[in-house]
């Protein structure tokens, strides 16, 4: 198949011109007051975000990597605490166990590619102080099941919803299961702003107040040092260009189960793929698919044949999970996440991204499995 079509696996110039009025409408009001730090705009951003996900906190933060430091340093964490780590997740979620003191300990994950809950019972030890689920790709984890470990070990639960803003299990929001939760705006995440930018989001009282003291250099309301803080505040100007998106974000997510939706009704008969559940096929599961991950028994091959067709894919975390990058020297081995890594891809997702678009990347993917069984037919 020749190229007759380009699709990036992203498009950030396409998503500004989308928004270009009022994006440099609001960025010039934010100039022009001179209000660059922690000004009206991230005050009324945590308002707003909090109301959308229904906890009483939303703490702007630098980035969803501090999102999760700053709440495993208010939990008190120490040097030897172990915290539970799905091993099939960006590499910021074990740092910030590690740097807030603790040992990352990563366990394996389901057929979802979330969380799995027997394997974390399976790395409980005496030490083990917390649980960080990782809500991967959009979707919540089963977190009936890891609440109840939780509550039987006495364990925190602390969320890398990073990927997850809006996603929902059993009708509740991902980040909002346990002690805190956080969120990235990092540009290509389902609401991204123009840089960095990263939230909390907590119902708990005592924590939101620690949690705005470590963002803002230890000083607490009364402009006294309270503690050894950070400065990993949300900018303003940030915050201001995430209020316009907030306001559009449930026609954002819409439009990506609208793609779901279409990548699975035209690929779902081909058995060498094993797609992600389809939007509402289970009633548990709200998905907002931050991500199309999908896994291929041919993937470099039909990875291959997509870029010659202009498709643009990737492989997360440059196709290894966390167990597997030596120098962290985090190993055990875990039999699902490996045999995974050999499969796993994903297809273009984002709002930028037209029916005809999705049509033609399921095309080429019918022509490439078409092609392989002629190839086969012949041999
Ligand atoms: C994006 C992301 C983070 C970190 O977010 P930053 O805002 O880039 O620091 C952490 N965990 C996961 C799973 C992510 O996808």
């Known amino acids: 198949m020749t190229a007759t079509r380009s699709i990036p696996f992203f498009d950030y110039p396409a998503l500004f011109a989308e928004l270009e009025n009022e994006i440099m409408t609001t960025v010039r009001d934010v100039f022009a007051r001179g209000a660059y730090i922690m000004q009206s705009d991230v005050v009324n951003f945590e308002k707003e975000l909090a109301a959308?996900?229904?906890?009483?906190?939303?703490i702007g933060?630098?980035?969803?990597?501090?999102?999760?430091?700053?709440?495993?340093?208010?939990?008190?964490?120490?040097?030897?605490?172990?915290?539970?780590?799905p091993s099939h997740t960006f590499v910021a979620s074990a740092a910030a166990i590690h740097h807030a003191g603790g040992t990352p300990v990563l366990v394996d994950c389901g057929a979802d590619h979330l969380i799995?809950?027997?394997?974390?019972?399976k790395f409980i030890t005496p030490r083990t102080r917390g649980i960080m689920p990782v809500q991967l790709n959009g979707r919540t984890a089963n977190m009936d099941e890891i609440g109840a470990i939780a509550r039987e070990h006495g364990l925190f639960i602390v969320e890398d919803s990073?990927?997850?803003?809006?996603?929902?299990?059993?009708?509740?929001?991902?980040?909002?299961?346990?002690?805190?939760?956080?969120?990235?705006?990092?540009?290509s995440k389902t609401l991204g702003c123009f840089g960095d930018g990263g939230a909390i989001i907590t119902n708990d009282d005592a924590l939101a107040e620690t949690l705005r003291i470590l963002r803002d250099h230890g000083r607490g309301p009364d402009g006294d040092i309270w503690m050894w803080g950070f400065n990993s505040r949300l900018d303003n100007v940030q915050a201001a260009i995430l209020r316009v998106k907030l306001k559009r974000y449930d026609g954002?997510?819409?439009?990506?189960?609208?793609?779901?939706?279409?990548?699975?009704?035209r690929l779902g008969h081909q058995r060498d793929l094993l797609l992600p559940p389809a939007p509402d096929s289970q009633p548990d599961h709200y998905d907002i698919f931050q991500n199309y991950e999908i896994e291929a028994g041919r993937r470099d091959a039909l990875r291959a044949h997509l870029d010659a067709s202009g498709v643009k894919t990737i492989v997360q975390w440059g196709?290894?999970?966390l167990h597997q990058f030596p120098k962290l020297g985090l190993g055990a081995p875990l039999p699902h996440a490996e045999r995974m890594t050999q499969r796993f891809?994903?297809?273009?997702?984002?709002?930028?991204?037209?029916?005809?678009?999705?049509?033609?990347?399921?095309?080429?993917?019918?022509?490439?499995?078409?092609s392989g069984r002629k190839v086969a037919a012949s041999a």
């Open 61 to 85: 933060v630098a980035d969803g990597t501090m999102g999760l430091l700053l709440p495993l340093l208010a939990l008190g964490l120490k040097p030897g605490d172990e915290v539970l780590v």
């Open 252 to 265: 954002y997510i819409a439009r990506r189960r609208a793609i779901a939706s279409l990548y699975q009704q």
């Open 345 to 370: 891809m994903l297809l273009p997702m984002n709002t930028a991204l037209s029916d005809d678009d999705i049509h033609y990347i399921c095309d080429s993917i019918e022509n490439f499995y078409a």
């Open 116 to 121: 799995d809950a027997a394997s974390v019972r």
């Open 319 to 321: 196709g290894k999970v």
């Open 162 to 187: 990073c990927q997850a803003l809006g996603s929902k299990f059993k009708g509740r929001f991902a980040g909002t299961f346990g002690a805190a939760g956080s969120i990235s705006f990092y540009p």
């Open 52 to 58: 959308y996900v229904g906890v009483k906190h939303a």
